[in-house]
Structures are given as structure tokens and as C-alpha cells.
């Protein structure tokens, strides 16, 4: 690879790692939306190209202030702070100059269209691949680019479906269906294993000097991602069983989400097997007279804690509907207990760890103000924070883009 | 188990004998002290695809994936119902989560365990952690003396509320991270508790990202940055992947907490309907449907052979299909009860609808035509479980693939080649080691 490119470039002290990265953006769903919205992040500049509607999440919402208009959705905010957007007719890329200049500048080019979308369009990856031997397309399809369901339909919820996530999720009353986790969680899924396979292709072209075309599956992607439930079926060859906000198991668990003072809940799963945690809760419900019997000899005794852990149980519940959620996290985290306290999206922005780790990051969208959006989960040593763009107007850079493309042919 | 006599069984086994690494990051070797799935599960992904990746453990304080009773055979127990002195090589988890990787046993309370850590840090570029914060400090492995031991490092920390901050010390595991970020609180239905993760989410989800955290640092390395330290929070990527509701808080000062949030399997953004998750044939078992705008409820109409309910005003448009949502999956069920999930799937896909029966991990693993094309599964040896199934990588890639060579280590089984080949250490002074119990 030439170090033309400005993605071959040295960085120099400070810089973000993918400073110099030109990435162009075909993304009408969270997905490739979420890549896009982590390469910025990580220094790369992103042109997302939009149809001359808007991507599909400036018609989704939820909008500012409820008032719908494409320039004011959060959704599209959300995914997309830190781009270029360029608007531009789909229906000519593949014929258009424009499309062509701007893959021969990229470095990646991120797509999250469907194959029928792709053919439709006369869009070929490989033919791509070939005109353009240092790109990386990263290629994130509903179930893969092949294979006897690749040109199914998909969504968030039916995807979560398909793959065997959805159905670990739920209420202990099999009589309500599996309820999907929410915030777009399939997507999201896949766009971290394309945001590895972009890196790794990253990493292949500074050593061979070759692109790649990455196939993303986010059927694939959502289907390892069910954490225990496989290595059931590849073990034991059991089925788990969901239950209400705490681990789906082949067989029913005590429940895991307690009700406290103030209506809010804590998240605790006692390990009975371990000592430790079992000394620290007994003197934590000791220290406020809950104890009753739980300091009998008896207990010390793992099978003892065992056959009488409903009745542990049912002291806790008394116990934390003594207190207040952020009382009893803090209190069960000072004796050492894994105690999560239910956060609403709202807690966070009141949230002190999170304040002293500067977390939240303040971006002017203009003719609105300060948007606090999450700063990118990668603390660099090397790196520091710069601001990161507003969400851009629909079409804010096609000139600034196009016209450049225009002027270098 | 004695590591001495494990080390004379082991090195006579030639399919299990490292060699040289192919994929993107071959070249690339990995201090890794990680541990549980969410620490392993982070370095596997630089396993897979080339890194000499040299797992440490302790055999004082076995992984839990050795101890989890995935055993085969083993029948219906959950994951707590641990056996009390289990065999850390029967352990089917740590077995998945840790293929390709080389294993060695250290025991860092003894100097002479940590001077060869030191070693190994020494000829490694990337050292990997997920203990809590401080316990790498209190092996003397700052920041700084790492650094020493090697300029270029990079240094991956793996936690769940990251190494600063007044929370740093909390402990946390992934349903604990999934509450604090806010991810369980946004699951479940109206006015009822949250329904929340059925597993832990966020352990796959802060492996993935710790994955990318250190692939970013190795490509900007090679582009000259040199080596840094890494801090990632697990709660902190679980705050980004809540998505859009999140600004609706913080801008619109919407609370999460307001009666008719979360809105189970509705969709509120877009008003898409009819979405949700409906009743088959079978105990238990549904199929999951999402219709968006007139034309695909148009083929869905069609798909249901055009029942005369569809012709209701209430569901003409997509905003009176999301006013009527009761009636409308009343119907719905109606039709999905009589066929299974895969049978409504089938229809209603072959009709342009979005549609997928709810799948199982059996349906996954045995007759999903999509996963079995695509090879996602694959299968290893392993000297004590056998033949074993292992989750794959959900994307393929034109240039590279994964360097999948060999199942999980046996506890301690690498010791002869870390310590010998790699730092030069004689095959007597290894069993000396061993005896001492250094390793």
C-alpha cells in the first residue's frame, strides 16, 4: 500500500488511530450506522452517503422535542455525530463518476444495504473489490452475502429471533412471549464483529498491501452471541430456559432482581458456593438486626446454604425493601458484593463515576445547542479527546465532497 | 494434577505442538492474563486470527470456565451447581473460549513466578488483563515498569467501570454491568419489572470491544504511535450500544422510567406494526414478525391468504395498525397458533415479509440451513473432552481466515514451550519450577 494514502501516513503523538482512515458510508439501518459511527470515533473520516430523502433514520425518531423533521431525529443523531453527509441518488452509484472517485480516495467502504437492495442498485462487491484492489468493503447483510437465506428480510426483533438470543429473554411466565432486549441489539451485534473484521483487514493490508471484502452476517453475529446457551447444546445437549432479568438455565433459579425502598430495583445473584460473599451478606444484614438465623452454625455448611436458600431468599427481599437502591448498591459494593443498581438511561447523566471519568461529552448541534452524547468506550494513553462534529444536515457536505471529487477528475 | 508429570505426558502429543501462525496478526505475541468468559472471550478473537496468544493461570485460582459443569452427559444443572473438586480440563466453556491459545500455569505470588512473567512480558507486544483494578499493581506490573519491560506494549486493561473514577473498585459481572448501564432497564414490558438479559450480554458484547481496543492500538503501532495503555469500562460500552433512547433522555428529558416504557416487542420508532412475537404450534415456541409501511403490510395480507379482518379501517394505514395493536395480534395469533414457527416463517419470507421462527440453540446448531451453509460451527479435537463443537466468526473475509489449530490448552500444558522455547529455560530447570510450584 502506498503511503500516498493518508491512512499510511506515520500518526504523530496524540492522533486518533484511525486519523487519515477515509471510510464512505452506505448505511440505512443501525448497523451500519453503529460501524460508521465507531471509525469516527476512532479518528476516521466518514462520508455517509444519503439518499436525497435521508437515510431511514431521519424518518424514525424519536425527534427532537417530538416535532419530526429529518434534521431533528435522535436516532440519526445518535449513529451518525462526526460524519460527512452527502446526498446523493442511490440509483446512480453504480453508474455515477462521483461513486467511482470516491471508492478510489476510501479506504473502507461500509455497507449495510440487503443483496436484493445491491443487485437492484447493480452494485457488485467483487467487481468493486477488483476496481479497486486496496479498499476494504465491509458488508454487513441480514444473514451473509450467501447461503440458502441470504436474501431474507430481517429486522432488529427478527433477527434477535432467528439467532436463539431472543428466546433466553423474558419473563419466568412462559405464557408472555420472549420480550426483546432493548436498543437495537442485533444490529449492534454485528456491527462489533464488523468493526473487527475492518480492523483486522486494516491490519492485513499494512502487511500484504491488498483490500478485502468482509461478509458480515448479523444472524451469524447475534447467533454467537447467546453466551451460554451453545455450550449447553454443545455439552450437555440441554435447552435453557428463560427467567425473568436473570440468566436463562436448563432448570428454574431463585430470582435476581430486587425491589427496593424507593421502587427501584437492584440486580444480585448470591454464589452460594463461595464463602466470601456469603460471610459479607450475613453481616450486612446483621449490621441492620435482618440476620434472624442466617448467623446459625449451620450455615457455614454449603449444603445446608443450599437447601434453605429460599428462605435466604425471602429474607433478602425484606432486606432490600428496607433501603433504597443506591444505598444498597453502594452498601453491597463497599462489603465487596456484585450489586448493580437498575439504572434508567436518565440516572447516567447524574451518575458521579461517570462525571469524574469526563464520560459524557458536550457537541454543539448547531440551532440547538449542547447534546451530551457518550464519549468512544477506547481510552487511548496515546490519544487525546478531540471534539467530534455535530450530526450533520441532510446533504450538509455534497458540495464540500462531490465538488472536490469533481475538481481532482 | 502434577505440572511436572503433565509436562512429560504432553509434549509426546505432535497434533498439539505449536507452531508458526498464519492470519493478519501472526507475528503478534499476547501476555494474556484474562481470565472468565469475558476476559478469554477477548483475546480469542487475536488467537483466532493469528497472535501467539500465552494464557497464564493460576492453579490456586482456577478460571471459572475450567469449573462450570459444561461437561457432556451431564444433563440438566445450572451453570452454579458446580461438582466440588471438578477436572479443569473437562470444562466445555473454557474449552470454547479458549482455542488457539497457548496455556501456562505461573504462580505470581512467588518472586520467581513474576521475574518470568517480566520475561514473558519482554518478548510480548501486547499484554491483556481483566482482574480487578490493583491487581496487577500489586505484582509490580504498573503502567510504567511494564513499559520498561517493553517500549512498544500495548497495555489492554479490561474492567467493568474502567481504572479511575470512585466506583473503579466495584465488582461486577455481566448482568451487573447490564443493570448499571442502563441495557436491562430499557427490556420488558409496560408497568411490569424488566425483563432485562437472559444472559450475560454485556461479557460477549466488552469482549468484543476490547478485541477492537486492541487491534485499533496494533494498527496505530504500526503506524508509528508506538505502544499505549488501554482502559476500557464494560459499563461504558454498555452505554453506547443503548442506542437512541439514551438522547430522548438526555434532550428531550424523557424518563425511561414512565409507565408505557419499555414497550416489550412494540416498536415505537418507527411506529411499525403489526411487530411482535406470536404464539405457534408447540410448548413454548413462537415466531417473531415485523411488518414496516403499506407495502410490506400489503404482501402480509397476502400472505395470510387476505382474512377479511385486514380490511378493518382500524388497520389501514401503519399509524391505525400501531393504535389497534390489541386487536391486531389477536388476529395475528389467530393464524400463527395453527402452524409452527418455521412453517409461518417460511410463508410469510416467501412472501417479502420480515418473519423468523423464535430458534433455539438447537435449532441453531442442527438444522438451520443458513448457519450449516455458512460453516459457523466448526468442530476440534481435545485430548480429555474429545470431539467438540466451537462458535465460529460471524464474518468471512476474501484475503485471510481463522488459524483455528487447536482446542482449548490443558492446564499447563504449554509450559514446556513458553518456558523452554520462548525463554530459553532448560528442561531441567522447568521441572525444578514445576516442583516448586513457581508454575
Known sequence: MGVSRPSGAPLTPGQAPYTGV?????????????????????????????????????????????????????????????????????????????????LDDADILVSSLHPLQLAELGIDFDALAHAHPELIVVSI??????????????SDLVGLAASGLLVMCGYDDHAIPPIRP???????????????????????RQRTGRGALIDVSMHEAAAMTVELANMYWFYPRVLVQRQTCRHAQPVPTQPALFECADGR???????????????????????????TDLTDDGYNDLEFRQANFAHVQELLEVFFLTRTADAAFHDGQARSLPIGILNAAEDLYQDEHLAQREFFENIDQPGFGDVRYPSPPWRMSTRRGGSRAPAPKLGEHTEQVLGKVADVR | MNSASALGDLRSDPDRTPGPRSGPLQGITVTDFCWMGVGSLATRLLADFGARV?????????????????????????????????????????????????????NMSAPEGRALAERLISISSVLTENFAPGVMEKW???????????????????????HSGPYADYRSWGPVVQAICGLSGISGLPEREPSGWGLSYMDNQAAYYNSVGVLAAIFARNRGAGGCDLDVSAIEAGIELLGPALL??????????????????????????????????????????AVFGDAEWTRFVAALGHPDWAEDPEFATEQARFDHQDRLDAYISEW??????????????????????????????????????????????????????????????????????????????????????????????????????VL
Open chain 1, 22 to 102: 477515509r471510510v464512505v458510508e452506505l448505511a440505512d439501518d443501525p448497523a451500519g450506522e453503529m460501524l460508521g459511527l465507531q471509525l469516527a470515533n476512532l479518528g476516521a473520516d466518514v462520508v455517509k452517503l444519503e439518499p436525497p430523502g435521508g437515510s431511514s433514520s431521519r424518518q424514525a425518531g424519536p425527534f427532537v422535542d417530538d416535532v419530526a423533521d429529518p434534521d431533528r431525529s435522535l436516532a440519526y443523531w445518535y449513529y451518525n455525530i462526526g460524519k460527512r453527509s452527502v446526498a446523493l441518488d442511490y440509483a446512480e452509484l453504480s453508474a455515477g463518476a462521483a461513486f467511482e472517485a470516491l
Open chain 2, 140 to 162: 509490580g506490573l504498573t503502567e510504567s515498569h511494564v513499559r520498561e519491560l517493553r517500549p512498544d506494549i500495548i497495555y489492554a486493561r479490561m474492567s467493568g467501570f474502567g
Open chain 1, 265 to 291: 430495583y437492584i440486580y444480585f445473584v448470591l454464589i452460594l458456593a463461595d464463602p466470601k460473599p456469603w460471610r459479607a451478606l450475613v453481616e450486612w444484614l446483621d449490621s441492620a438486626g435482618m440476620a
Open chain 1, 182 to 204: 432493548g436498543g437495537n441489539q442485533a444490529f449492534h451485534t454485528a456491527a462489533s464483529f464488523a468493526h473487527q473484521g475492518a480492523v483486522l483487514a486494516l491490519i492485513e
Open chain 2, 336 to 437: 400463527t397458533r395453527t402452524r409452527t414457527g418455521h412453517e409461518a416463517m417460511e410463508t410469510l419470507q416467501a412472501a417479502g415479509v420480515r418473519a423468523a421462527a423464535v430458534q433455539t440453540a438447537e435449532d441453531i446448531n442442527e438444522t438451520d440451513p443458513q448457519i450449516a451453509f455458512r460453516g459457523t460451527f466448526f468442530e476440534l479435537d481435545h485430548p480429555v473432552i474429545g470431539e467438540a463443537r466451537f462458535e465460529g466468526v460471524p464474518f468471512q473475509a476474501s484475503t485471510f481466515e481463522p488459524d483455528n489449530w487447536r482446542s482449548g490448552p490443558l492446564l499447563g500444558e504449554d509450559v514446556g514451550y513458553v518456558f523452554g522455547e520462548l525463554l530459553g529455560l532448560s528442561e531441567s530447570e522447568i521441572k525444578d519450577l514445576a516442583e516448586r510450584e
Open chain 1, 141 to 154: 447483510t441480514p444473514f451473509g452475502l450467501t447461503g440458502p437465506w441470504a436474501t431474507r428480510l430481517s
Open chain 2, 54 to 106: 500465552i494464557r497464564i493461570e493460576d492453579r490456586k485460582r482456577l478460571d471459572m470456565p475450567r469449573r462450570l459443569p459444561f461437561y457432556k452427559g451431564a444433563g440438566l444443572r445450572s451453570y452454579g451447581e458446580e461438582l466440588v473438586d471438578p477436572d479443569p480440563n473437562l470444562g466445555g466453556c473454557f474449552n470454547n473460549y479458549n482455542r488457539n491459545k497457548l496455556g501456562v500455569t505461573l
Open chain 2, 248 to 289: 430522548d433522555a438526555g434532550v428531550n428529558g424523557r424518563s425511561t422510567r414512565r409507565p408505557d416504557f419499555p414497550s416489550g416487542n412494540r416498536l415505537d420508532h418507527p411506529a411499525a406494526a403489526p411487530h411482535g412475537v406470536y404464539p405457534s404450534t408447540g410448548i413454548d415456541r413462537w415466531v417473531a414478525i
